[in-house]
């Protein structure tokens, strides 16, 4: 993957060494189905030991624990399905994060196979256009959507109904996001690209997944915090499912891949807008309308309905302090002292990863069942609202102060220096 970094002695070396110009079109149709298989497999033999662990194996056949795996994996990449009649598309945000780590570590290595085909450094510098890793991550999806169509055949009941166009687009989503990125880096033109850019492009990218990344962690502390202090409802409901030791392990297993969701449901709810959990209700710091709820672990952390409590309204306050410590801190590693430039770099890099939240907080939520259970999540226009604004302002201000900090530095600096 340095072959096609900058520098003489890469640029000579990359023609000659034969691990980085592997057949391009076979390495990477192989990279994308080892990466859908990789996860099929886990999904697969995941069934199969909670079919054993259910009953022992009383009832059923190993295929139905095999079907089950294939249903689960197929729902990690939208399907959605049919049971007893019931619509479910929500996503188990935790199986398709999986998929997505597979899909980089096979990415990045198919990267590295084939970075040796196209021009140079040099030549990519000059302007010359390299299709290299266009070509390797078509192939890369032919390959893993390959897998996934022939999993939809072999899988797909009349009574289940999983959505093959749902499955060809989430496909080819992951594979132009996760996948695309990994091989650019894997093969060295992510680093030639990002040299090209403007220094204020790579601050503000660098403080959007900086202010992403913070707030999702603080969305996930405040979700622990939330079960934890109800814990013993979580518990009261595993116990009235009646589950022995095998149920309650598949259960508990299932309901970690939905984790992810229910941490982006609370960082809708930090931001304000909340999200409803069936039709007529609303989760959110000024309000809280509930219905009737399935007997489902994670929702002890649902606040009591009614009025909150006063302090809640505080809670708001977290999206904009968050992003503005995270623009500051990330303008620690790209200084400037011009007030633009520093302004421009913390809301830019705050309006991205607003945007970005909006974008998974639209797939977060979905039908989980009938009547009013068919509208559950965030709803994506007020997240995206909420969340530009907030990240917006934050970072804008975060900007200014580090902004400040370095022209203080970088005066007491000069006056300290000899003449």
């Given at each position: 993957m340095?072959?096609?970094?900058?520098?003489p002695a890469?640029?000579?070396?990359?023609?000659l060494?034969a691990?980085?110009?592997?057949?391009?079109?076979?390495?990477?149709?192989?990279?994308?189905?080892?990466?859908?298989?990789?996860?099929?497999?886990?999904?697969l033999?995941?069934g199969?030991?909670?079919?054993?662990?259910?009953?022992?194996?009383?009832?059923?056949?190993?295929?139905?624990?095999?079907?089950?795996g294939a249903?689960?994996?197929?729902?990690?990449?939208?399907?959605g399905?049919h049971v007893s009649g019931?619509t479910?598309t929500v996503?188990p945000?935790g199986l398709t994060?999986l998929a997505a780590?597979?899909?980089?570590?096979?990415?990045?290595r198919?990267g590295?196979?084939?970075?040796?085909?196209g021009p140079?450094a040099?030549?990519?510098?000059?302007?010359?256009?390299d299709?290299?890793?266009?070509?390797?991550?078509?192939c890369?999806?032919a390959?893993?959507v390959a897998?996934?169509?022939?999993t939809?055949?072999?899988?797909?009941?009349?009574?289940?109904g999983?959505?093959?166009?749902?499955?060809l687009?989430?496909c080819?989503?992951?594979?132009a996001?996760s996948?695309?990125?990994?091989?650019?880096v894997?093969?060295?033109?992510a680093a030639?690209?990002?040299?090209?850019?403007?220094?204020?492009?790579r601050a503000?990218?660098a403080t959007?997944?900086?202010?992403?990344?913070?707030?999702?962690?603080?969305a996930?502390?405040a979700?622990?915090?939330?079960l934890?202090v109800d814990f013993?409802?979580?518990?009261?409901?595993?116990?009235?499912?009646?589950?022995?030791?095998?149920?309650?392990?598949v259960?508990v297993?299932?309901?970690a891949?939905?984790?992810?969701?229910a941490?982006?449901?609370?960082?809708s709810y930090?931001?304000?807008?909340g999200?409803?959990v069936?039709?007529?209700?609303?989760?959110?710091?000024?309000?809280?309308q509930l219905?009737?709820?399935?007997m489902?672990?994670?929702?002890a952390a649902l606040?009591?309905?009614?009025?909150?409590p006063?302090?809640?309204?505080?809670?708001?306050?977290?999206?904009?302090?968050?992003?503005?410590l995270?623009a500051?801190?990330?303008?620690r590693r790209?200084?400037?002292?011009?007030?633009e430039?520093?302004?421009l770099?913390?809301?830019?890099g705050?309006?991205?990863?607003?945007?970005?939240?909006a974008l998974?907080?639209?797939?977060s939520?979905g039908a989980?069942?009938p009547?009013?259970?068919r509208?559950?999540?965030?709803?994506t226009?007020?997240?995206l609202?909420h969340?530009v604004?907030?990240?917006?302002?934050g970072?804008?201000?975060?900007?200014?102060?580090m902004?400040?900090?370095q022209?203080?530095?970088?005066?007491?600096a000069s006056l300290d220096?000899?003449?």
């Open positions: 340095t072959s096609l970094l900058p520098g890469a640029a000579t070396a990359a023609p060494d691990r980085h110009r592997r057949p391009l079109v076979l390495v990477a149709v192989l990279g994308g189905a080892a990466a859908a298989l990789s996860t099929l497999v886990v999904c033999a995941a199969v030991v909670g079919w054993f662990l259910a009953d022992a194996g009383a009832h059923g056949a190993p295929r139905d624990g095999l079907r089950v249903f689960a994996w197929l729902l990690a990449h939208g399907s399905l019931v479910v996503v945000l994060a780590w597979a899909i980089w570590r096979l990415g990045h198919v590295d196979s084939v970075s040796g085909h140079d040099d030549r990519i510098a000059d302007g010359e256009r299709w290299t890793v266009a070509v390797a991550t078509a890369f999806a390959g893993y897998v996934a169509l022939v939809l055949r072999l899988a797909d009941t009349p009574a289940t999983p959505s093959a166009p749902r499955v687009l989430w080819l989503l992951l594979c996001t996948g695309l990125a990994s091989i650019a894997g093969s060295g033109r030639i690209w990002t040299a090209l850019l403007p220094a204020g492009a503000a990218a959007c997944l900086r202010v992403l990344g913070w707030y999702l962690a603080v996930a502390v979700f622990l915090a939330a934890v013993g409802t979580a518990v009261n409901v595993m116990s009235r499912l009646h589950t022995d030791a095998g149920d309650a392990t259960y297993v299932a309901t891949t939905v984790v992810p969701n941490v982006l449901f609370s960082a930090l931001l304000g807008p999200f409803t069936g039709i007529g209700t609303l989760v959110s710091p000024a309000v809280v219905g009737p709820l399935p489902f672990p994670l929702l606040p009591d309905s009614g009025t909150p006063a302090w809640t309204a505080y809670l708001l306050g977290l999206g904009p302090l968050v992003a503005a995270a500051a801190w990330s303008q790209l200084p400037t002292q011009r007030w430039e520093g302004m770099r913390g809301c830019a705050g309006v991205l990863a607003g945007i970005v939240l998974l907080a639209a797939v939520g989980v069942g009547g009013r259970m509208a559950v999540g965030p709803d226009v007020d997240v609202v969340a604004t907030a990240f917006g302002i970072g804008l201000v975060g900007g200014l102060l902004t400040g900090w022209r203080r530095a970088a005066r007491r220096s000899p003449a």
